[in-house]
T-cell receptor, first 113, second 113 residues
Framework: RKEVEQDPGPFNVPEGATVAFNCTYSNSASQSFFWYRQDCRKEPKLLMSVYSSGNEDGRFTAQLNRASQYISLLIRDSKLSDSATYLC??????????????FGTGTLLAVQP | DGGITQSPKYLFRKEGQNVTLSCEQNLNHDAMYWYRQDPGQGLRLIYYSQIVNDFQKGDIAEGYSVSREKKESFPLTVTSAQKNPTAFYLCASNPGQGMEKLFFGSGTQLSVL
């Protein structure tokens, strides 16, 4: 089982649609969670951190379910500019005292006019 | 402007040749990282450095080497021992001390001639 798993998509949705991405992680000791956005052939950029209580930033809502070991990202009223790959990132205990960031393969979103 | 600069943007390597990818940051960050991204795969950690003159292997260090002689600079050499070097290479940094948000450079696409 991969340490972090995402549905690769693509998710093709019309403008204005609501779309949800899920991500599962295998290490129950994982401590923190993030969603990054990556445009084609560009660097990933932090979209939002994911907190236990859930958190919202405008049209974006992130949720964490520790019992089931998954996190989600909900995008409401999608815009053409939301088209990108969304990477799930999990901070997991590594060897010794260090943690390591594990990246999912990403979910491709294509918003259609 | 503060940030991370990677160069070159595109790089071509001949068989048996070593090539070096540059990464410079002026964010005064202690920690720097090199990732490799292949199509349909998540970012994989090659090497990381948490402090000047010290670095550790990541998950896929074979065929690569790094140095960290200055805080600002973390060059990556792709050696001839790396048999499948074609990929998108991303350099990142963060302040360290458990600060997990990564700041990425714009990436270098390496291809084999």
């Amino acid at each position: 089982r991969k340490e972090v798993e995402q549905d690769p998509g693509p998710f093709n949705v019309p403008e204005g649609a609501t779309v949800a991405f899920n991500c599962t992680y295998s290490n129950s000791a994982s401590q923190s969670f993030f969603w990054y956005r990556q445009d084609c052939r560009k660097e990933p950029k932090l979209l939002m951190s994911v907190y236990s209580s859930g958190n919202e930033d405008g049209r974006f809502t992130a949720q964490l379910n520790r019992a089931s070991q998954y996190i989600s990202l909900l995008i409401r009223d999608s815009k053409l500019s939301d088209s990108a790959t969304y990477l799930c990132v999990v901070n997991t205990p590594g060897g010794g005292a260090t943690n390591k960031l594990i990246f999912g393969t990403g979910t491709l979103l294509a918003v259609q006019p | 402007d503060g940030g991370i600069t990677q160069s070159p943007k595109y790089l071509f390597r001949k068989e048996g040749q070593n090539v070096t990818l540059s990464c410079e940051q002026n964010l005064n960050h202690d920690a720097m990282y090199w990732y490799r991204q292949d199509p349909g795969q998540g970012l994989r950690l090659i090497y990381y450095s948490q402090i000047v003159n010290d670095f550790q292997k990541g998950d896929i260090a074979e065929g690569y080497s790094v140095s960290r002689e200055k805080k600002e600079s973390f060059p990556l050499t792709v050696t001839s021992a790396q048999k499948n070097p074609t990929a998108f290479y991303l350099c990142a940094s963060n302040p360290g001390q458990g600060m997990e948000k990564l700041f990425f450079g714009s990436g270098t696409q390496l291809s084999v001639l």
